[in-house]
């Protein structure tokens, strides 16, 4: 049986065989004896009945329709499905594109809600509201809404994607100042940065270089000052984080000892009974056995939602398909989003060339008044149908179990841990010194800092990449901030300010390090611009933060943003104290007494060994032991952060919203050495050198928490 042809809805009443219109309303609901979806198209030869049992099977244990189930495994066709929902629910199939849909109607429902459900109120005819849908149950489900706002319905059925078409061409400006403004204006940065405010600032900026010209040693010595307690405080911020990723590292150690004893004896049971086999070897049996540990059983598999915004990525395409067909996570659950500008040519083209599976879908943003990240993030998230939606780089290589881990973990977790933050790390780690430096920081900063300061319980400044929320949360705190070029930080803070949580969890997504020195100073230029919107905006009423965050909260938001910025750009001060070490003129050698100079020489130090401190442990639980001799060179690598915090003043008064691009795609990830694989021999077997294993790769995540001395 060949599908049924696109029609176009006219005031003729059409008959039953071609799919009648029915008038539906809360008194007379639709029916509900309904021939089944897969026996239609059993019937109609596309299906076959082992693949319908198979469907059915699926069905059982995922929150997806049968029809998404067959599409995303390549066993029906859209136009197949179309067919068969429309003699399921005798209704029309008709074409969108060829007679566009009453822009009134859609006003009335609203353009973010049309996409939300994939309803499109399309004609009147005569009382009647004729609604195009591509979900027939959500339309059933909304009935009695969709009455109280039109009168009498009746329903049609349109293919999902030209829904979101005409409703994206019809009202894409709505849609792109929506995205713009999702974000309540007291806590963005859109009207912050205002030219009154820009003078003013560069006013500051001169006030400061003539306190500088009038009383140099004394503004040298507030300066300095300022910088040395700063280091201190996040020096003793980095210790305890150290200290508390020791302690974690040590209770792994004695439970996977514990495992491991645990599974001896089993095995040692087992061969004391006549007739047992050779027991499994413990490197194969560990994982398992780990794994019977109780979680809580997922009824249904959720459908998730990942965007991934692209943006002049020439080489990228074509690998990052084949890195997210590597996921374990099943497809037909999967709502792949790759979101591009409209302005965006080379990537239009790159992904012309490039066929995608089902479930992978290209979302075009239009034009607008900015165009950075976080506006293209929001203007995707109208189009997503996912209860959990996450945010992935062009050039990220997840780990392929990584979905089922945060499905998992958000499974377990209440409502209130509204974000799951991966950690993060590089595949081309051993290009040069700076991408190892880089690689270091980030094995520090993911895998040290991080898990210590969600243990201390202040805020946590997300990555740019690896992140999952509870699309209820993500609403509620309305998106990103599409102004806000280090979204991420500014996220983790609304996150926290509105009661929410956000927990780490252990799966590492792989990216590009930049290991040039000019694209990671404006790379990072970017990143500290950011933080500095981000804590202006929030320090707007340091009454009202106060009262969202508490005490020790706010004084961990302080150290964080305000801390790590001043270590930044007062850097060159704490420099300064080389030229005593070298028994040169400083400006405060007459100020200070020798037992303060010895003080400032042991902080410094203390500092430094800090420093390499969370480097070997972030090393080491990233598994990047080879890294460990490179840890004492951040000293030479961090003054590059300082000259990219003083490009970032710089464009807070001249281009706030400007995003730095940063060029991906220059480094085949399969070339790379990447993580070693860790196995469990039994005690009495002598260990053996286990070979590094080749894992598929992996943008930008935080700033670093002190450039040090």
């Not at 849909?101 to 006003?107: A, G, N, Y």
């Not at 965006?344 to 992904?351: A, H, S, V």
């Amino acid at each position: 049986m060949s599908p049924l042809p696109k029609r176009r809805i006219t005031d003729a009443a059409p008959s039953p065989a071609d799919g009648a219109l029915r008038l539906v309303t809360p008194e007379r609901p639709v029916e509900t004896d309904r021939p089944r979806l897969g026996t239609i198209l059993t019937e109609m030869g596309v299906l076959s009945p082992a693949d319908l049992l198979k469907g059915l099977a699926m069905q059982a244990r995922e929150d997806a329709r049968l029809g998404e189930i067959l599409i995303a495994q390549g066993m029906i066709t859209h136009a197949e499905l179309m067919a068969a929902l429309s003699t399921q629910w005798r209704a029309r199939v008709v074409d969108v594109g060829f007679e566009p849909p009453d822009p009134r109607l859609i006003d009335m429902l609203g353009p973010a809600n049309c996409l939300r459900d994939a309803l499109l109120p399309w004609r009147r005819l005569g009382s009647l509201t004729v609604i195009v849908t591509s979900r027939p149950h959500l339309f059933a489900r909304n009935v009695e809404a969709l009455t109280e706002t039109f009168g009498p319905v009746v329903m049609a059925l349109a293919q999902e994607t030209d829904i979101y078409q005409a409703v994206q061409e019809i009202r894409a400006k709505a849609l792109v100042k929506r995205a713009e403004t999702r974000v309540d204006a007291p806590m963005s940065c859109r009207d912050f940065v205002s030219r009154r405010k820009q003078r003013l600032l560069f006013a500051l900026c001169l006030a400061g270089l003539l306190a500088v010209i009038a009383a140099p040693r004394l503004t040298f010595a507030l300066l300095t000052g300022w910088a040395v307690l700063t280091l201190v405080l996040l020096m003793g911020l980095k210790a305890v984080a150290t200290g508390l990723a020791w302690h974690r590292l040590r209770a792994e150690r004695r439970a996977r000892r514990r495992a491991v004893q645990m599974l001896e004896a089993e095995a040692q049971a087992r061969m004391a009974k006549p007739g047992s086999r050779d027991p499994v070897p413990l490197a194969s049996a560990l994982p398992a056995f780990n794994s019977r540990r109780a979680r809580p059983a997922i009824a249904r598999l959720p459908v998730v939602s990942v965007l991934v915004p692209l943006f002049r990525e020439e080489h990228i395409a074509s690998h990052l398909i084949q890195r997210l067909s590597r996921l374990t996570y099943p497809k037909e659950l999967l709502d792949v989003c790759l979101v591009m500008e409209s302005t965006d040519d080379t990537t239009r083209l790159t992904l012309s060339r490039t066929p995608l599976p089902p479930w992978i879908r290209v979302i075009i943003v239009p034009r607008g008044a900015v165009q950075t990240k976080p506006r293209a993030l929001n203007y995707a998230l109208e189009f997503t149908r996912g209860s959990i939606v996450g945010v992935w780089d062009a050039e990220d290589a997840p780990e392929p179990e990584q979905i089922h881990k945060v499905v998992q973990r958000f499974h377990e977790r209440p409502a209130e841990v509204a974000c799951l933050q991966g950690a993060l790390d590089f595949y081309n780690a051993g290009t040069n010194w700076l991408s190892r430096c880089f690689a270091v920081e980030y094995a520090s900063w993911f895998r040290v800092v991080l898990p210590g300061l969600a243990r201390l319980g202040w805020p946590v400044p997300l990555g740019g990449t690896t992140l999952f929320f509870r699309r209820e949360a993500l609403d509620r705190i309305g998106g990103w901030d599409a102004h806000n070029v280090t979204e991420d930080a500014d996220l983790g803070m609304r996150l926290v300010r509105l009661g929410y949580r956000t927990e780490l969890i252990e799966s590492t997504t792989f990216e590009e390090a930049n290991c040039r020195a000019l694209p990671w100073v404006k790379q990072r230029s970017r990143w500290l611009k950011g933080y500095a919107l981000t804590w202006a905006v929030h320090m707007r009423s340091p009454a009202r933060l106060w009262r969202d965050l508490g005490a020790w909260r706010f004084a961990g938001f302080q150290l964080l943003f305000l801390g790590t910025l001043s270590q930044f750009i007062l850097a060159p001060f704490l420099w300064s104290f080389w030229l005593v070490v070298l028994g040169l003129w400083h400006p405060l050698s007459a100020w200070l007494p020798g037992w303060a100079i010895w003080t400032l020489a042991g902080t410094f130090f203390a500092s430094e060994l800090v420093t390499i401190a969370a480097g070997l442990m972030g090393t080491r639980l990233a598994g990047h032991k080879w890294l460990a001799k490179w840890v004492p060179t951040l000293h030479l690598y961090y003054p590059l952060g300082s000259l990219a915090s003083y490009k970032a003043l710089w464009e807070i008064v001249t281009n706030p919203f400007y995003w730095d691009k940063t060029t991906h795609g220059l480094h085949n990830p399969e070339d790379e050495v990447l993580t070693p694989v860790i196995v469990v021999e039994p005690r009495s077997a002598p260990r053996k050198p286990v070979k590094p294993r080749r894992v598929t790769p992996r943008r930008p995540g935080p700033a670093p928490v002190s450039p040090g001395p």
